[in-house]
């Protein structure tokens, strides 16, 4: 295939989450013409579908230490204290960027923020948007504006093939859209293509969700750490391979984990019982399965109105399934969720390839650590995406040459295989028995994208000898603080 005539802009975002969309209008806000591109459609992403909200201490009884000491504990010792500060010290004005653009935040008869809590957080500070469909709302707003603004060029079901530049320096990037590829040029590149999770056969994930972002990063010779911390959410609905989550904010508004006899299970395990961070509720619940269990989310005890107001689009989910959410015993189960590590940056979202940037999840802030404090995704997005944007655009321009165009897409990725065999073997419980077997399978593959994505997570998972937030080794069940460290994954053509 022939490259087309190249397309030329200040900034190039690839992605169009949460992340993205920001990114995109944080630079056209400064002057600079902007190529959004998203192999999906604007809707189609990872962000669009988050149910619970965004974290930031805003509440007159809350404080941005105490955000970062709730963040740096459930990040089991990995979290980056910097980036963590930034994260709470930046909030609250990134929330106030948003109800500019249009975001409405849900505010009670007073007008104070109606604020949920959930787990991990010591108080009430996750601000939602039409109840428990804060992604959807907020990216709703952000595509509006987005459409409406002169300068940002959107390229939808355009994917991007490979980054241009010669290994010191991004210029741009090749994009294959509509049977056409071609090269992007710019004197910035940012990376906001999301995670990974739906390289999983259980997972809360949109089926692009493969690691692509990552992946090309990689390739290019960019940085990637701490692949091995994947997040397995505790609640989604038990049953299926896409699953449907069930939003820890049921559990912030009072909703029980009971067992099939209708036990509390989690009372004797964390002083907040069902509001302890992600990763003892997920460790618990799939302790309960191992055995022969079962695990139910119970909101019987709740007010009905309440429960089907705060939570109408979890309670249609449910219909769905055949359930009554405030009624029934609600069967859940762990699925694959966020993955905490990705594309190394510093606090300015800038990767070690000058001119190229990452946010959101496929970026490796520092912020998150071993386990993700629940809601700090979101808030991530618009801090790292804020101080990327004014890095990158006061940064001079990469000096490179464009390189070759890819000669094609790689290989399909057999993908029912894969994530069947990603949940086996690097799944919620890992062993070195297991890692071992998918790192052999993986290597007989094709080059994809998720393939190599997938490497990526086993590798790590193999060489952290040990358990440590949302990384379980069957075999190391121990946390050795002497690995209280993030670690790189080796550059591309090296050994595990």
Known sequence: MAPAAPVRTDVLVLGAGLAGLYAALAAARRGAGVLLATKGSLQASNSYMAQGGVAAAVAADDSPADHAADTIAAGRGLCDPAAVGLLVAEGPGRIADLEDLGVRFDRDAAGGYRLGREGGHGRRRILHADGAATGAAVAGALIARVASEPRIRVLEHTAALALAGDGGACTGAWLLGHDELRPARARMTLLATGGAGALFQRTTNPPGAVGDGIAIAYRAGAAVRDMEFVQFHPTALAGGGRAFLISEAVRGEGAHLVDAGGRRFMLGVHPDAEL???????????????????????????????????????????????????????????????????????????????????????????????????????????VFSHRAVAHGMAAGVAAAEPGRSPLRPLARAPLADLRRRMWEGAGPVRSEEGLTALLAWLGERADSNPALVAGLIAGAALRRTESRGGHLRSDLPDTDPDQARSTTCPPLHSTV
């Open 276 to 382: 302890a961070p992600r990763d003892v509720v997920t460790r618990t619940i799939e302790a309960l399965l191992a055995r022969g269990g079962e695990a139910y989310l119970d909101l019987r005890h709740l007010d009905r109105g309440h429960v089907l107001g705060r939570f109408a689009n979890l309670a249609a989910g449910c219909r769905r399934a055949g359930l009554d959410l405030a009624a029934d015993l609600i069967p859940v189960a762990p699925a694959a969720h966020y993955l905490m590590g990705g594309i190394a940056t510093d606090l300015d979202g800038a990767t070690s390839i000058a001119g190229l940037y990452a946010v959101g999840e496929c970026a490796a802030t520092g912020v998150h650590g071993a386990n993700r404090l629940a809601s700090n995704s979101l808030l991530e997005c618009f």
